[in-house]
């Protein structure tokens, strides 16, 4: 099966400027997350999105950060102004079912950010 | 709070020795509970998975785990380590149903010829 496809691999961006990120997700998978992985530590869950409704965005900056999920299927991940400290891996993970405990998540090779 | 501790954020063996990294969880309940490793510019991948059942859990290239309730642990080992096993290794728990998947900070593992 196609895994998790990202799209930037690389972005390089000034601070104040705006950015997106898109993925698409295994087909099937109902739930759809995005990661932020600062150099140095483990990923941080930013969204969580079970079909197109978010099931939680408890850790996302909603004064900067949006991202969307239409059709229950791509979504897309915003930035916008970005700051110095936003630098960091982007990562985009999906799962056949988020509410099963045991589900795994699988994911794509992640979009580098660095904010200048 | 919910957490989960990886002690030691960098470990070298020799190609041949045994590899451990450790995990421990903080909750009394047993959570489910993940290994993923890292290559380098790239996403995260499955090694194996604890949920219920047999407390040793083998997973993907050789590693296995073992889920000690007495001791809130979950550390991951392989008899002989290769060359290709030098990545980034993440332990991740879910507390409940539904609930997010916590990562650790992770272990950087080096081999040396």
């Known amino acids: 099966e196609a895994g998790v496809a990202q799209s930037p691999r690389y972005k390089i961006i000034e601070k104040r400027q705006s950015v997106a990120f898109w993925c698409n997700p295994i087909?099937?998978?109902?739930?759809l997350y995005w990661y932020q992985q600062i150099l140095g530590q483990g990923p941080k869950l930013l969204i969580q999105f079970q079909n197109n409704g978010v099931v939680d965005d408890s850790q996302l900056p909603k004064d900067r950060f949006s991202a969307e999920r239409l059709k229950g299927v791509d979504s897309t991940l915003k930035i916008q102004p970005a700051k110095l400290e936003d630098s960091a891996v982007y990562l985009c993970?999906?799962?056949?079912?988020?509410?099963?405990?045991?589900?795994?998540?699988?994911f794509g090779n992640g979009t580098r950010l660095t904010v200048t | 709070a919910q957490s989960v501790t990886q002690l030691g954020s960098h470990v070298s063996v020799s190609e041949g020795a045994l590899v451990l990294l450790r995990c421990n969880y903080s909750?009394?309940?047993?959570?489910?509970l993940f290994w993923y490793v890292q290559y380098p510019n790239q996403g995260l991948q499955l090694l194996l998975k604890y949920t219920t059942g047999a407390t040793l859990v083998k997973g993907i290239n050789g590693f296995e785990a073992e889920f000690k309730k007495s001791e809130t642990s979950f550390h991951l080992t392989k008899p002989s380590a290769h060359m290709s096993d030098a990545a980034e290794y993440f332990c991740?728990?879910?507390?409940?149903?539904?609930?997010?998947?916590?990562f650790g900070q992770g272990t950087e593992l080096s081999v040396k010829p």
């Open positions: 909750s009394s309940v047993p959570p489910y």
């Open positions: 087909s099937g998978h109902a739930t």
């Open positions: 991740a728990v879910r507390y409940n149903q539904g609930g997010k998947l916590i």
């Open positions: 993970a999906s799962s056949l079912d988020g509410q099963a405990p045991n589900s795994p998540l699988h």
